[in-house]
């Protein structure tokens, strides 16, 4: 039986600025463990670096905290070889939209079985502000003196179209929704993203909660279909948008599970680990006499 | 004694790969020492390919220069390499595609014209069967027996149906009869069957020596994005991944490969990279990581000539000084450096002990010359090394005993600084990885003092490394009046230049690091400390080598003999060289 303090550790509190959207995320990624009833040592959180990497210090599950940038591809050589494992990536915008873009795109067509969670607060946190791959077109701050006019990012659509089998979005202002999408995601065979809206409260003043709270919506109260891929991406991209705001135009954006499908994972696709997982496979004892042979 | 060298020169895209290590082949059949190499340019089609194996009735340790046989598939063959001919030298070539004039070559000189087209076109085969021809006619100029070539076939091609089979014997029995007809018995040196009946020979790459060791030592998982060269090590891990069960799996870049390889080990596998120096670039990042969180890892690294693409398919050991240093601050790591196809076997397989016990990233660095040549190995060499090799996974924990554990800390801080590691999925073992500094927990930690210890600790752990090979090996008499020194593939044409030199009597030692990290530094003291003169063979413009052993020992080289060209060193300029210094 997993219970909240099982999963609580005794020598460190998180040090995130009070109020920051991060809290939000652990707390729900905590009650979808217990929720799931996951024994703690058969959990992997992989982070890479940033603010939101942080997280697997303060969750009691096994952690690998890497590169900034690079947990996906950790995650994926975990999985590989222990497939027995519940693996979750935790990552910042920065860390899964600019640095690991590519991993991301990778992971997704391979459609490994685990979940990536990402903290998107559209700034660069750790490095105390900096414009990220989501920050807003036409947003100024003190790494861009003048509006920048990159469109950003835009997570649903580049995992829409990179093959992704679970596609949502969720905020770190409504636990209740998160905890559901992230037990979704983790049930979920096959790869699962959770990108998480995520009010950096230090840093990013313009995507605070209450501009979240007047903008989001839940995809399911218009009853959408989520094996619809056409509508899927309609409703991904409503936000963010890659133009300018009108005046007195505001932004639409849609949580919940945009796109689900099933489809075989990357470990359907490995004989090796069919019937066992690698790691709890008989080690060594290899004859390579017959390959020896085959060169005389 | 015999010893043949043969070559055979074309345009690219005429497998002339395939049939240079089924000549090989040929000779290792017959008994013979084998050593092979092949120069190629970096394309799929057109640019000259030149593939040249050795053979001899004694044992040899490299190609040499001058050329025997010459298979010559176009002009340009001709051109680029007849000076290269010996004194009696055959030069096998199609008169009704090319033109030669006897007066172009020295006296002596054997032409041995074969009607490849025509003979193709006669059993209707097609054009890109002439190779094949080729190598049959090669095979009728010193043997006068086909049986060798048709079992070679047989074995080669049976996966590929009994039709592939009858048309390869078909085409190469053509031009092995066309010559026995026509030239048996003009080129003077034939091959008496089994001349070196005595020992069982296997004919084996580079490639395929590092990946059969880590095959032998129990390697599961590899994320390796193909580069040249060491694509023989990838290809053969993926030929033999679901007969020995390795996740071999081709990642989208480098750094994926290695953060692959560094998660698949974390969670229990035995894992591996490999690349060369443009890959290894963009994984120098995670060798820090892999030093940091502890986590065996097993790299290779072919070099080549750089920077950037450089000389893709040609050699060099300018990587020495990057693989030594690459990464940000100090950690631990051990770089070794096999000289030719056995050592390439074992310490691949040692490798993998040393990554486990010691909890750490260990660089196997070789080149292409190693790892695309092939050379004779006797069977029961490779094979007793093999079976008397002993996996050591060092301290992972037991499920019983991490199950009692109530407080488990991954990185305490025990006397040797190898920390009991778990592995996830047990329960008590509960524990993070981190690449930030930390405590014994894994907490990131910034105190001055977790720091020192921490970085002390790693270190430590290298302290109770056992290779399972010697750090350095010497060869030759200990009082000869010159020390070679060189590491790596530089191995083989040494020896094959000692041996040369024996036989003029002159007398020259060779000391061999294996070990380049940690260095040995009383090894090499006591090996070279005392030796009047030092040669030093390396494959790189600015010492790499020499500079390390100065900065290790204060012991300075009195000669030395570098090469940057993207080429391999032969015996013969290493004769050369010694002569002048001696
Ligand atoms: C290779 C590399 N480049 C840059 C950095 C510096 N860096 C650390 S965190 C970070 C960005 C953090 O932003 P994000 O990933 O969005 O996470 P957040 O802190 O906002 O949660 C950067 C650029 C680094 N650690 N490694
Ligand atoms: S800087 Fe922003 S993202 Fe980082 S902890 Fe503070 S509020 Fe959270």
Known sequence: M???????????????????????????LKNAIVSLQLNPWEVVLVSGIGCSSKLPYWVKTYGFNGLHGRPMPIAEGIRLANSGLTVIVIGGDGDQYGEGANHLLHAARRNINLTLIVHNNQIYGLTTGQFSPTTDIGEKNKATPVPTVEAPVNPMSYSLAAGATFVARGFAGDN????????????????????????????????????????VYKVEDNGHDTSDKAQAYLIAE????????????KEKIATGILYKEERPTWEDGTPQISSMPLVKQSFGNRDITPLLEELL | MTDIQWLIGGEAGYGIMTIGVMMSKIFTRLGLSVFDYVEYPS????????YYVRGASEQIFSQKKSVDILVALNRETIDKHKQELSDGAAIIYDDQLIKVDPAEFALGTVLIPVPFAGIIKQINVDRLMINTVAVGASLGLIHDDFNVLEKIMQDVFSKKGEEVVIENINAAKSGFEYVQKNSFGKFKRIIEKNILQTQKNILIGGGESVALGAIQSGVNFSAIYPMTPVNGVMMTLIAQSLKYGIVAKEPEDEIAGINMAIGASFAGARSMVATSGGGFSLMVESVGLAAQTETPLVIVEGMRPGPATGMPTWTGQGDLRFVLHAGQDDFPRVVIAPGDMLEAFNMSMNAFNIADICQLPVILVVDKYLMEGHATVPFDKISSLAKNFVIKR???????????????????????????????????????????????????????EVRIK????????????????????SYGLADASLTIVGFGSTKMPTLEAMNWLAKENISVNFLKINCLAPFPVDAVISAIGKSGKTLIIEGNKTGQLEGLIREYTGLTMSHNFRKY?????YPEEIIARIKEVL
């Open chain 1, 2 to 28: 997993t219970e909240l303090k099982d999963l609580e550790i005794t020598y460190d509190k998180p040090n995130w600025c009070p109020g920051c959207g991060d809290f939000g995320v652990w707390v729900s």
């Open chain 1, 176 to 215: 209740k929704q998160e905890t559901q999408l992230v037990m979704e995601g983790i049930k979920h065979k096959g790869f699962s993203i959770i990108d998480t809206m995520q009010p950096c409260v230090t840093f990013n003043h313009k995507n605070t909660f209450s501009w979240f709270y007047e903008r």
């Open chain 1, 238 to 249: 409503e936000w963010p948008l890659k133009r300018a705001l009108m005046d007195g135009e």
């Open chain 2, 43 to 50: 394309l799929i089609r057109g640019g000259h390919n030149a």
């Open chain 2, 394 to 448: 060092g301290k992972i924990i037991s499920d019983e005993d991490v199950a009692l554990s109530t407080d488990y800390k991954r990185y305490s801080l025990v006397d040797d600084g190898i920390s009991p590691r778990s592995i996830p999925g047990q329960k008590g073992g509960i524990a993070l990885s981190g690449s930030d500094e930390h405590d014994e927990r894994g907490l990131y930690n910034e105190e001055a």
């Open chain 2, 454 to 473: 921490m970085m002390n600790k790693r270190f430590k752990k290298l302290e109770s490394l056992e290779l399972g090979f010697s750090p350095v090996d």
């Open chain 2, 565 to 569: 060209d993207g080429r391999p060193f």
